[in-house]
T-cell receptor, first 114, second 116 residues
Framework: KNQVEQSPQSLIILEGKNCTLQ??????????LRWYKQDTGRGPVSLTI?????NTKSNGRYTATLDADTKQSSLHITASQLSDSASYIC?????????????FGRGTQLTVWP | EADIYQTPRYLVIGTGKKITLECSQT?????MYWYQQDPGMELHLIHY???????EKGDLSSESTVSRIRTEHFPLTLESARPSHTSQYLC???????????????FGPGTRLTVL
């Protein structure tokens, strides 16, 4: 069964600290993996996209890693800011369907305190 | 900033009412989607469309219906709302940015529906 599991479910850190969010998936055949940021009451916004041949990709203070062999990804946030408080969702696309079926994790709820 | 819009943003209605959630995008995308999301849970695909006059049901069974008469417009309708329909509904469209190798899904801000 194709699944996406994220950990931790929630995380509280102090402003300026770093953190790492985890994503494990069983989706096959694999096409790509995205990390989305979803602010409360808003729709998700794409942060990064990675294919199986990419190990790391950065977008400002966000750095995503991917290990296609172990089917694990992480999102590292550096020097956190209050505006980083949001849900971070891992989304994996399979390449076995015309639609490009997306599998969503439940997200990690990050809270940054001043 | 994605050019995809949803109205209303919040809706509180009584049981048995007919409602239509609006979604429109100005990016010219052929593919559009409706997702349902409960607090702390993953998004579930309930409807999608490849283009005008194309609509399909998603993975999560839903009593809602959709239509796609124009490329930019993908409304979702509930004929008789029930408390079990209380949820957040997210509309999305997907397209390929210039130079990109894969489509990106752009999400609207969502409609928070509460059925009393």
């Amino acid at each position: 069964k194709n699944q996406v599991e994220q950990s931790p479910q929630s995380l509280i850190i102090l402003e300026g600290k770093n953190c790492t969010l985890q994503c494990n998936y069983t989706v096959s055949p694999f096409s790509n993996l995205r990390w989305y940021k979803q602010d409360t009451g808003r729709g998700p916004v794409s942060l990064t996209i990675m294919t199986f041949s990419e190990n790391t990709k950065s977008n400002g203070r966000y750095t995503a890693t991917l290990d296609a062999d172990t089917k694990q990804s992480s999102l590292h946030i550096t020097a956190s800011q209050l505006s980083d408080s949001a849900s971070y969702i891992c989304v994996v696309t399979d390449r076995g369907s015309t639609l490009g079926r997306l599998y969503f994790g439940r997200g990690t709820q990050l809270t940054v305190w001043p | 900033e994605a050019d995809i819009y949803q109205t209303p943003r919040y809706l509180v209605i009584g049981t048995g009412k007919k409602i239509t959630l609006e979604c429109s995008q100005t990016m010219g995308h052929d593919k559009m989607y409706w997702y349902q999301q409960d607090p702390g849970m993953e998004l579930h695909l309930i409807h999608y469309s490849y283009g005008v006059n194309s609509t399909e049901k998603g993975d999560l069974s839903s009593e809602s219906t959709v239509s796609r008469i124009r490329t930019e417009h993908f409304p979702l309708t509930l004929e008789s709302a029930r408390p079990s329909h209380t949820s957040q509904y997210l509309c999305a469209s997907s397209g390929r940015q210039q130079g990109a190798w894969a489509d990106t899904q752009y999400f609207g801000p969502g409609t928070r529906l509460t059925v009393l």
